[in-house]
């Protein structure tokens, strides 16, 4: 709290009592406080890789030709591997700012069927995945029609499709149900990979949370990705919820309003 005081008086200067404000300012706080650790954040996801390339290419400088010759392609593929990483970062960062300017626009979006949007989303998810099966069981009468901009949802579902098959085992299964429910079309990712523990739930859809911080950048993870789902979804008027039980499998649960 922030503590203000002042003396109050009468017109003949009389004291007549004293007047306290108090100024609740955690929200202002947890704001700022959050923006540090943002920075603190991505300062670090940069630096890593970017020491990581210049540890190596002083290395390839420091060696005798020849044997620079023999270490230079194994060098540049780690080089290229940390540059990559460093683009899907700014790229999940741009999209997360875009987003974040966007979500008080009240935008009107344009109703599109979405079964057109998973079908894209599987598409784009199968050229990146060589291994792992996503199969869609739809239960519906018809075509559902949802307002929405059908990039930003087909990002949503990559999103939660590339996760599920990259914590999931190589073959592992993942289907995409679809329903209505009253005046929303629910789609729902589950996966059968280790899940998510209880205590982490509440959290993952923070920005650069992981549940194990090696695994999801060995994977290539931003640990953007959630975040991003959740945005898009909020711009959308949606929710987002997650269930899981570990060893079992998660399921990501988006909810989005019907035209
Ligand atoms: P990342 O780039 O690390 O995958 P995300 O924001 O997409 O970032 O996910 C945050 C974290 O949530 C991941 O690091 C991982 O620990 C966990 N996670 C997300 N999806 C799943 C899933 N389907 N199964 C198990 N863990 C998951």
Redo the contacts with the bound molecule.
């Keep these: 709290f922030n503590v203000h005081s002042n003396t109050l008086s009468n017109a003949q200067g009389e004291r007549m009592g004293t007047l306290i404000i108090f100024h609740d300012i955690t929200r202002m706080h947890r704001l700022e406080t959050m923006h540090k650790d943002f920075a603190a954040n991505v300062s670090h996801e940069l630096k890593t890789p970017l020491t990581s390339i210049k540890g190596f290419i002083e290395t390839l400088q420091d060696l005798d030709e020849s044997e620079a010759l023999t270490r230079r392609e194994g060098f540049l593929t780690i080089i290229e591997k940390n540059v990559n990483r460093m683009i899907a970062l700014v790229d ?1 960062l741009m999209a997360l700012s875009k987003l974040e300017r966007q979500e008080g626009d009240k935008t009107v979006f344009e109703p599109h069927d979405l079964s057109a949007v998973i079908k894209s989303a599987r598409a784009a998810c199968r050229t990146r995945s060589e291994s792992g099966r996503v199969t869609v069981k739809a239960d519906l009468s018809g075509p559902l029609f949802i307002p929405m901009d059908t990039l930003l949802v087909e990002q949503a579902l990559v ?2 499709l ?3 098959l ?3 085992e190589p073959g592992g299964e993942v289907l995409i149900q679809v329903a209505q429910e009253k005046g929303s079309a629910l789609i729902r ?1 589950i ?1 059968s ?4 523990g209880q205590e ?1 739930l509440s959290r ?2 923070e ?7 090696a ?3 060995d ?11 959740k945005h898009i979804v909020q711009y959308h008027n949606g929710t987002i919820r ?1 269930e ?1 039980t570990p060893d079992k ?2 399921m ?1 649960e988006i909810s989005l309003p019907l035209a």
């Design positions: 999940d999103n939660l590339d996760n599920a990259k914590y999931s990712v996966d990979g280790p899940g998510i982490h993952i859809f920005r650069f949370y992981r549940v194990d911080s695994r999801s950048t994977m290539g993870g931003t640990g953007l990705g959630l975040a991003i789902v997650v899981s499998g998660a990501f």
